[in-house]
């Protein structure tokens, strides 16, 4: 029975930790966007307000959600990776803990 239990406990903190690593991906995609759109609404108003021009979305905000796709997924991929390293040796340790304990 307690093998179960120490299952459930790996699948519980797995769980947890990509819930995690989803809500910090959607945090840092979400502000770099934003960033991004007040960014490009000052230098729009800015640029139409000197020469009278406009200036186009798509050539501003293309590259913005690719940064912050590239940026919020680098960082889950760390958070995922670290997070998976630490239950294993978790784990491990528990196991060693058990063992040494039954003898």
Known sequence: MKRLSDR???V????????FAFVVWNVI???IIVLAGRRY?????LLYRSTGKYLLIDSEM???VTHA????SVVAVVIVAGSMLLIRAAALRDAARQSHQRS
Not at 41 to 45: G, H, I, P, R
Request: proline letters at 4%.
């Open 8 to 10: 459930h406990s790996v």
């Open 12 to 19: 519980v903190a797995v769980g947890l930790w990509l819930m």
């Open 29 to 31: 995609f979400d502000r």
């Open 41 to 45: 609404s000052y230098d729009a108003y």
């Open 62 to 64: 293309r590259p913005a």
């Open 69 to 72: 796709f590239t940026v919020a």
